[in-house]
């Protein structure tokens, strides 16, 4: 999905990618659905925009709760995890070089895009401009609050947690080198307030770090997405990442999760 080469491992073509999608989906799409219905309030007719849409899951429920008359359109640098969908129009976009679709939405949703993004502040204040008279935006991304130290919840001895401490500071490391911001989902609300935005909310949603839940296994599919920075890069061994992926796998551990932070503004009518 981006230009450099940790970030090409988590392209939409790469081998691994329907998986990823997968589980970010079973992740995550709980929370925005509530999000999109109970904060939001999507509806029969509304046309709606899912930037970075992925595999299109969002896109999907919002042509649903759209009904016959509503239209999505779902918009992905390679866009081809979308199932066709009489009501969705999934297009190749890149939101920071490409024109923007017309005519203005009644909703768009970001979800774990503008935190890879360099001019993330001024893209969020315009897409908030994209928006007709009563719509509304939906910006959603990661952010770690926790420490190395506090990584792993579950009593495990010192050699697993080391060896997850280790993993969990050079996956950071490897998101700061290209560009990602764990601080950006909690200024989001501050950033649109500034620029004048006044109906803001925002929901904070964390989900389970259980072995073998959606989030131990994303975190498992990582450890062989980035194998080659995590032997290259950081003091982990072959024999370390095989421990990793087997107690991910343990019902009995329990690691600390990234925080969903999801900013809705809704527009003056």
């Given at each position: 999905m981006y230009n450099t080469e940790h970030k090409q491992r988590f392209d939409n073509e790469a081998p691994a990618a329907p998986e990823q999608l997968s589980l970010l989906a079973q992740i995550l799409n709980r929370e925005t659905f509530s999000t999109l219905s109970e904060e939001v309030g999507v509806g029969h007719g509304w046309r709606c925009w899912d930037v970075g849409t992925g595999d299109g899951s969002v896109?999907?429920?919002?042509?649903?709760?759209?009904?016959?008359?509503?239209?999505?359109?779902?918009?992905?640098?390679?866009?081809?995890h979308v199932p066709e969908h009489p009501r969705i129009e999934a297009i190749r976009h890149d939101l920071t070089s490409d024109p923007w679709p017309e005519p203005k939405f009644d909703l768009i949703h970001a979800r774990l895009l503008l935190m890879h993004l360099a001019d993330r502040d001024a893209l969020a204040v315009k897409l908030a401009g994209h928006l007709r008279p009563g719509g509304?935006?939906?910006?959603?991304?990661?952010?770690?609050?926790?420490?190395?130290?506090?990584?792993?919840?579950?009593?495990?001895?010192?050699?697993?947690?080391r060896v997850f401490t280790e993993y969990h500071r050079g996956v950071h490391r490897l998101g700061e080198q290209t560009g990602m911001d764990f601080t950006w989902a909690s200024r989001t609300p501050k950033v649109l307030s500034a620029a004048g935005y006044?109906?803001?909310?925002?929901?904070?949603?964390?989900?389970?770090?259980?072995?073998?839940?959606?989030?131990?296994?994303?975190?498992?599919?990582?450890?062989f997405m980035l194998e080659p920075f995590?032997?290259?890069?950081?003091?982990?061994?072959?024999?370390?990442?095989?421990?990793?992926?087997?107690?991910?796998?343990?019902?009995?551990?329990?690691?600390?999760?990234?925080?969903?932070?999801?900013?809705?503004v809704r527009m003056p009518e």
């Amino acid at each position: 999905m981006y230009n450099t080469e940790h970030k090409q491992r988590f392209d939409n073509e790469a081998p691994a990618a329907p998986e990823q999608l997968s589980l970010l989906a079973q992740i995550l799409n709980r929370e925005t659905f509530s999000t999109l219905s109970e904060e939001v309030g999507v509806g029969h007719g509304w046309r709606c925009w899912d930037v970075g849409t992925g595999d299109g899951s969002v896109a999907r429920w919002l042509a649903a709760r759209g009904g016959l008359t509503g239209r999505v359109v779902a918009s992905d640098l390679k866009p081809h995890h979308v199932p066709e969908h009489p009501r969705i129009e999934a297009i190749r976009h890149d939101l920071t070089s490409d024109p923007w679709p017309e005519p203005k939405f009644d909703l768009i949703h970001a979800r774990l895009l503008l935190m890879h993004l360099a001019d993330r502040d001024a893209l969020a204040v315009k897409l908030a401009g994209h928006l007709r008279p009563g719509g509304a935006l939906v910006i959603a991304d990661w952010s770690c609050p926790c420490t190395t130290e506090s990584l792993v919840k579950s009593p495990v001895d010192e050699y697993t947690a080391r060896v997850f401490t280790e993993y969990h500071r050079g996956v950071h490391r490897l998101g700061e080198q290209t560009g990602m911001d764990f601080t950006w989902a909690s200024r989001t609300p501050k950033v649109l307030s500034a620029a004048g935005y006044r109906d803001i909310t925002v929901r904070d949603h964390q989900a389970s770090g259980q072995g073998g839940a959606p989030t131990a296994r994303l975190a498992r599919l990582h450890t062989f997405m980035l194998e080659p920075f995590l032997l290259g890069q950081t003091c982990l061994t072959e024999a370390d990442l095989a421990v990793i992926r087997e107690t991910l796998l343990d019902p009995d551990f329990e690691m600390d999760t990234n925080h969903l932070y999801t900013t809705v503004v809704r527009m003056p009518e």
